[in-house]
């Protein structure tokens, strides 16, 4: 199927996608990080599904109830109607899928296909029944399957066909639990249902958002907080890997982890949603993530900040459509990329702004940030975009750096923190005519991706947002209109492109548009005055998400499809914040690199 054409369900820890179909074709157990149960999204069936629909063809259609993270598909044929509720309950002893088939009208034939392979497809598991479930094994993994319905065994699959009339329900359980361990106790799945649907009610009803768009932050908001690790309040980027950017392509990541690069955007996030509590866990991940030396800072971690993400190809998975390798750990981790020291200076500056609860440690790690910074700022590095080809002066880079002294510098003023202020403010003054030097080609009359080189880069459209210049000035001006005239596909924003694909990356193929640079294009035309353009772009990328309000990275236009991880943190996060810059005069692009008199 379509990347849109799946729905996610999770528990706050992992995550499941679930198809129009009625399968769902990825889940990792028990974390987001964890080896895949199902894997057929990036292999096929023989790598592990759970159908469970109609038996024939019928007509669909899904929907979320209201602020929560229960999905129901409604499945209409010609003998009458059927509905498949699905959720992942909040944690409680062990990480369990809930589906409900629920019989709307007629009787319905439905069937049941459960082809379980631990390891991301490459683990048949021992299955057998055991008081009345049935439990798969293999290795530290074990799943029970609990249902009234009679299933048996074909092959390697486990089956089932059934008649469901109108108002009967019939339940189905999958719990994980180590395979060394008793199973926990059996979960009543209609009480798991309706328990499922308060929490995400109360949590949901919290949304201090209101306006024009408050549907569409609530849905974005609710995507992030189940993309976040409960235990540790980590947000991973994405629910899956290898989701590709280029479809058929080798331009495929596992999106599993944290990134401190959308650290300041998230936090935003959360707080303009009126979600202190999930700030301040973000907040206080960043802060342990980051501690040790300021050298060893990572542009990523794991959901509880671990540091080794080795990069692996699963060579049995075909991959997404073709798209291979299938990938998991990601070797981007041991880049150097300068932006994250601006980046966690920035989160915590914006932390102490909006009053987040102070950490009384975490001005230490910003003094020992700030001087490893102050030594290394003229250091290429690899970028904002993890590029795999030669290390660069990429501005954007300098201009975090420069976000950083100048974070430093507020710290101290604002705050009467401790530091050298004035030894900061040279050193920001420094860092900013550098850029200006070197970051700006005057014969283009535009900033460009890297000191010395003419391509363009659709994060220079940060440089307004994080305050290091005014979007009116004409050098700024002039930078958005050669991002439009360059970058921009039927007003899509493309991170980068032409020779600076390729050789910059230093990998094969094309990518599609990248859906957070175009929300930051809104951004723009919002601190420009242009705020109608602002409008019309952000509602048309608001378009683009799928059926139940899901954006992944990328949208490839010439296929009319999302592409890339999904659903991905970074995209909602950014429909976030620029529904707020468009609703409100306090939204991040007017206050994050602003301070107030």
């Known amino acids: ?322 798209s291979r390798p299938v990938r998991i750990g990601n070797a981007a981790s041991r880049q150097f990329q300068l932006d994250v020291y601006g980046e966690v200076m920035d989160c915590l500056h914006q932390a102490r702004r909006a009053g987040v609860h102070p950490d009384p440690f975490s001005w230490d790690l910003q003094r020992v940030l700030m001087e490893f910074l102050e030594g290394h700022w003229r250091d290429p590095d690899e970028g904002i975009w993890e590029v795999r080809g030669p290390k660069r002066h990429f501005t954007h880079s300098k201009v975090m750096a420069w976000v950083a002294a100048d974070r430093a510098v507020k710290a101290v003023e604002r705050f009467g923190l401790e530091g050298p202020a004035d030894r900061w403010r040279r050193l920001r003054d420094d860092i900013r005519d550098d850029v200006l030097a070197h970051g700006f080609d005057a014969r283009r009359k535009s900033f460009t991706q890297s000191y010395g080189r003419p391509e363009l880069d659709a994060s220079l459209l940060l440089l307004p947002l994080v305050g290091f210049l005014d979007a009116r000035d004409p050098r700024m001006v002039a930078t958005v209109e050669a991002i439009e005239r360059e970058l921009a596909v039927d007003g899509l924003i493309r991170r980068y492109a032409g020779r600076a694909l390729g050789e910059v990356d230093g990998l094969p193929g094309e990518e599609g548009a990248f859906l957070p640079c175009s929300f930051w294009l809104a951004d723009n035309y919002v601190l420009q005055g242009r705020v109608g353009e602002g409008r019309a772009l952000f509602e048309r990328l608001a378009g683009l998400a799928n059926d139940v309000g899901l954006l992944a990275e990328e949208y490839d236009i010439t296929a009319g499809r999302l592409v890339g991880n999904f659903p991905q943190a970074f995209t909602h996060v950014a429909l976030v914040n620029t529904a707020h810059n468009l609703g409100r005069a306090r939204g991040p692009a007017l206050t994050r690199g602003v301070e107030e008199e």
């Open 1 to 322: 199927m379509r990347i849109e054409d799946y729905a996610l369900v999770g528990d706050t820890q992992t995550a499941a996608l679930v198809g129009r179909n009625g399968s769902i074709d990825w889940l990792c157990l028990p974390r987001f990080d964890s080896p895949a149960l199902f894997a057929a999204l990036v292999g096929t069936g023989e790598h592990g599904f759970w159908r469970l629909a109609p038996v024939g063809a019928s007509a669909v259609r899904r929907r979320y109830r209201p602020g929560t993270l229960v999905l129901e598909t409604d499945h209409e044929t010609p003998d009458g109607v059927v509905r498949v509720v699905d959720c992942m309950p909040i944690r409680g002893a062990a990480p369990d899928v809930v589906r409900v088939v629920e019989g709307i009208s007629g009787r319905v034939r439905v069937g049941m296909e459960l082809v379980i392979r631990f390891d991301y497809g490459s683990s048949v598991p021992w299955v057998r029944r055991v008081d009345g479930a049935l439990l798969a094994v293999a290795g530290p993994d074990a799943v029970e399957l609990r249902t009234p319905v009679e299933t048996h065994g074909e092959g390697r699959t486990t089956v089932a066909q059934f008649d469901v009339e109108a108002g009967e329900r019939l339940p189905f359980v999958l719990t994980w639990h180590p395979s060394h361990e008793a199973p926990p106790p059996a979960v009543d799945a209609v009480d798991a249902v309706g328990a499922t649907t308060c929490w995400w009610e109360r949590w949901s009803g919290r949304c201090e958002t209101a306006g024009a768009y408050r549907d569409l932050v609530q849905r974005s908001l609710i995507t992030l907080k189940a993309l976040t690790h409960a235990p540790t309040g980590g947000i991973v980027a994405a629910a899956t890997t290898s989701l590709p950017e280029d479809l058929g392509g080798s331009r495929n990541w596992d999106y599993r982890y944290c990134w401190l690069r959308d650290a300041t955007f998230s936090l935003y996030a959360m707080l303009l949603g009126g979600y202190e509590a999930e700030a301040v866990a973000w907040r206080d991940w960043l802060l342990r993530a980051a501690a040790g030396a300021p050298e060893q800072l990572q542009i990523m971690y794991g959901p509880a900040g671990e540091r080794r993400l080795p990069e692996t190809e699963l060579e049995w998975l075909p991959g997404y459509e073709g």
